[in-house]
């Protein structure tokens, strides 16, 4: 399989809070076990708040084909309150090829529509067959999104 025939994957989902409120969580990866769909996130990792391109932030992992791990995530767009990604890696590999995004879209004074998009298509092609392009991802975005709007709407 080409990267030509690899897409990013996407879900959104319109949230009640202010752009700015929601960027605030991203940009601070202490709190993504609290919003993370994947069941994949594990507390326990000491981060600073990501001020701009090129931090570098740590996520503990768990996933039964792989035990515990760590990836080590460096930011590679960060637009305050707009736009935030990052391309996951580990000491083992530097990156991964892969992306994760970000979007916040002021949607009237109070509510933000957020995607969270995830691109593969520069991963090697294991890492794409493992992920099925992306699209492995999608139940556990979409679940993201909700836990976010829920942890949004109750602070």
Not at 49 to 57: A, E, H, K, N
Request: glycine content about 8%; overall charge negative; hydrophobic content about 35%.
């Amino acid at each position: 399989m080409g990267n030509d025939e690899c897409k990013p994957v996407s879900a959104s989902r319109r949230i009640e809070t202010p752009a700015a409120d929601i960027f605030k969580l991203l940009a601070d990866p202490d709190r993504h076990p609290e919003f993370d769909g994947s069941g994949m996130l594990r507390p326990g990792a000491s981060n600073s708040v990501i001020v701009g391109v090129g931090d570098v932030f740590v996520t503990k992992m768990y996933v039964t084909a792989m035990g515990d791990y760590e990836m080590h995530n460096r930011i590679v767009v960060f637009e305050a309150d707009r736009c935030i990604a990052w391309e996951p890696g580990n000491p083992e590999l530097v990156r991964n090829g892969s992306c994760w995004r970000f979007d916040l879209t002021p949607d009237g004074p109070n509510a933000t529509v957020v995607t969270e998009t995830y691109d593969c298509s520069d991963s090697p092609a294991s890492v794409r067959e493992a992920v099925d392009n992306g699209n492995a991802w999608l139940a556990g975005m979409t679940k993201t999104l909700e836990r976010l709007d829920q942890l949004c709407t109750r602070q």
